[in-house]
């Protein structure tokens, strides 16, 4: 019997390994991530250019506020700074249409100042072609802040009154609670993001899986190759090695994802700073924002719990795809009662966005046991928090449990359903084999 156990599941795995959408997939999947995780030296190669700052040519027409518009964009970029490049030119006094014509073919900027009787001052950004959103916001915030300042100034308001209106607000963050941090409270935020985005992969998985074993199966009722292989082999031996194939596949394609990312970042490291550093000091300043939050120190839990979950989930999720695709007879028929599958899956994923969103709440700590749900959303409260260890340990019993059922009354269902070829009253009929 195990003979011919490991005899389909070998098959079919070569089956996968060989066909030529496995390799044309990974082929693509490779040069995209290799792309992706280089985009900006692939842009610099055709002629874009990552370190060049851009030039603010301000023409103060009124003057004597080129300090203030100055002094005013510093703040406001400080405080809203997303690692642009930008310069400050003071060119009052030069000729516009010389600054104008040298503004060819460049990103640069020119901000001419204007005096107003009514407003003070008024504003006018010039450039060759559209500007970036953040710099353009950016400079109308130092704008507006400038005319507030000159308007105070003059309203003959001495000099010390008017720097410590102008001064930014120091203030304190604290925090009651001894054991809570400031850098963990600005984690969650940022988990939020990074995390969510780390465990897409794995969303994309499950339904490659789900669809893989429903594909596989109709497939084999369609050509009416499944009554040769039932003759032969038991409706067990069958289900099972379709299990363990498909999942030896997916955590397969998962570990060559990681790999071709893996090389990504090799790339990026032999090509060195340069064009590259802007990106790598986002990753750098990721990196040490989680190492201060903590985070990084309970990785060696974090991580093993997560695999766990993630394989319990594989499995969970291909006995359901096995089971219903052996009450359809078409690709077909199988794409439509996948689709409460997809739903749930997508459920997971979307509360693991929006995780930070629910500190202390009681009912996201429920839907962290849920099955099929925690998977995607234990580990995104794990990290920021909101649950322990205990939690994840009821998350896994609920999923060992589902697992268990799935397999005792989904054997029942799939030998029943495997040789059906009907599609009538599919659901009754799939309640009434688990019952038999």
């Given at each position: 019997?195990?003979?011919?156990?490991?005899?389909?599941?070998?098959?079919?795995?070569?089956?996968?390994?060989?066909?030529?959408?496995?390799?044309?997939?990974?082929?693509?999947?490779?040069?995209?991530?290799?792309?992706?995780?280089?985009?900006?030296?692939?842009?610099?190669?055709?002629?874009?250019?990552?370190?060049?700052?851009?030039?603010?040519?301000v023409?103060?027409n009124?003057?004597?506020?080129?300090?203030?518009?100055?002094?005013?964009?510093?703040?406001?970029?400080?405080?809203?700074?997303?690692?642009?490049?930008?310069?400050?030119?003071?060119?009052?006094?030069?000729?516009?249409?010389?600054?104008?014509?040298?503004?060819?073919?460049?990103t640069?900027?020119?901000?001419?100042?204007?005096?107003?009787?009514?407003?003070?001052?008024?504003?006018?950004?010039?450039?060759?072609?559209?500007?970036?959103?953040?710099?353009?916001?950016?400079?109308?915030?130092?704008?507006?802040?400038?005319?507030?300042e000159?308007?105070?100034?003059?309203?003959?308001i001495?000099?010390?009154?008017?720097?410590?209106?102008?001064?930014?607000?120091?203030?304190?963050?604290?925090?009651?609670?001894?054991?809570?941090?400031?850098?963990?409270?600005?984690?969650?935020?940022?988990?939020?993001?990074?995390?969510?985005?780390?465990?897409?992969?794995?969303?994309?998985?499950?339904?490659?899986?789900?669809?893989?074993?429903?594909?596989?199966?109709?497939?084999?009722?369609?050509?009416?190759?499944?009554?040769?292989?039932?003759?032969?082999v038991?409706?067990?031996?069958?289900?099972?090695?379709?299990?363990?194939?498909?999942?030896?596949?997916i955590?397969?394609?998962?570990?060559?994802?990681?790999?071709?990312?893996?090389?990504?970042?090799?790339?990026?490291?032999?090509?060195?700073?340069?064009?590259?550093?802007?990106i790598?000091?986002?990753?750098?300043?990721?990196?040490?924002?989680?190492?201060?939050?903590?985070?990084?120190?309970?990785?060696y839990?974090?991580?093993p719990?997560?695999?766990?979950?993630?394989?319990?989930?594989?499995?969970?999720y291909?006995?359901?795809?096995?089971?219903?695709?052996?009450?359809?007879?078409?690709?077909?028929?199988?794409?439509?009662?996948?689709?409460?599958?997809?739903?749930?899956?997508?459920?997971?994923?979307?509360?693991?966005?929006?995780?930070?969103m629910?500190?202390?709440?009681?009912?996201?700590?429920?839907?962290?046991?849920?099955?099929?749900?925690?998977?995607?959303?234990?580990p995104a409260?794990?990290?920021?928090?909101?649950?322990?260890?205990?939690?994840?340990?009821?998350?896994?019993?609920?999923?060992?449990?589902?697992?268990?059922?799935l397999?005792?009354?989904?054997?029942?269902?799939?030998?029943?359903?495997?040789?059906?070829?009907?599609?009538?009253?599919?659901?009754?009929?799939?309640?009434?084999?688990?019952?038999?």
């Amino acid at each position: 019997m195990s003979s011919k156990f490991w005899y389909l599941t070998k098959y079919g795995l070569k089956k996968k390994f060989k066909s030529k959408a496995f390799i044309i997939s990974n082929i693509i999947l490779f040069i995209l991530l290799i792309g992706l995780l280089n985009i900006d030296t692939i842009i610099s190669f055709f002629g874009g250019d990552f370190n060049r700052e851009v030039g603010i040519y301000v023409l103060d027409n009124t003057n004597n506020n080129y300090e203030v518009f100055e002094n005013n964009y510093i703040n406001v970029k400080k405080v809203f700074d997303n690692g642009s490049k930008t310069k400050l030119y003071n060119s009052t006094g030069e000729d516009k249409e010389k600054i104008e014509d040298d503004l060819k073919g460049t990103t640069d900027i020119i901000v001419e100042i204007n005096k107003d009787e009514d407003n003070y001052i008024t504003a006018s950004i010039i450039t060759e072609n559209y500007i970036d959103p953040f710099t353009y916001q950016t400079l109308i915030q130092a704008i507006n802040n400038t005319k507030s300042e000159i308007a105070l100034r003059n309203s003959n308001i001495d000099i010390n009154e008017l720097n410590k209106i102008s001064q930014a607000v120091n203030i304190e963050r604290i925090i009651l609670d001894e054991t809570k941090n400031t850098e963990e409270e600005n984690m969650n935020t940022v988990m939020s993001i990074v995390f969510p985005t780390v465990i897409l992969p794995f969303c994309m998985l499950i339904i490659l899986l789900v669809q893989l074993i429903g594909g596989e199966i109709n497939e084999e009722k369609t050509t009416r190759s499944m009554e040769v292989i039932i003759s032969n082999v038991p409706a067990k031996v069958h289900f099972f090695s379709k299990m363990v194939s498909n999942n030896l596949f997916i955590i397969t394609q998962a570990v060559l994802l990681f790999t071709y990312g893996a090389i990504g970042f090799l790339i990026r490291n032999i090509l060195g700073t340069g064009i590259n550093s802007e990106i790598s000091n986002e990753i750098s300043n990721t990196l040490s924002s989680l190492g201060n939050s903590g985070i990084l120190d309970k990785l060696y839990y974090i991580i093993p719990v997560t695999v766990i979950l993630m394989i319990l989930s594989f499995v969970a999720y291909s006995l359901i795809a096995g089971i219903l695709a052996s009450m359809t007879v078409n690709t077909e028929d199988y794409q439509h009662i996948q689709t409460p599958i997809m739903i749930i899956c997508f459920i997971g994923y979307y509360l693991s966005i929006m995780a930070g969103m629910f500190n202390g709440s009681l009912l996201i700590r429920i839907l962290s046991y849920i099955p099929l749900i925690s998977c995607l959303l234990s580990p995104a409260l794990l990290v920021i928090g909101q649950i322990g260890v205990i939690d994840i340990l009821i998350s896994v019993s609920a999923l060992l449990l589902l697992i268990l059922v799935l397999t005792k009354y989904g054997l029942k269902i799939y030998k029943i359903g495997i040789l059906n070829y009907s599609t009538d009253k599919m659901w009754s009929k799939i309640f009434k084999a688990a019952k038999m």
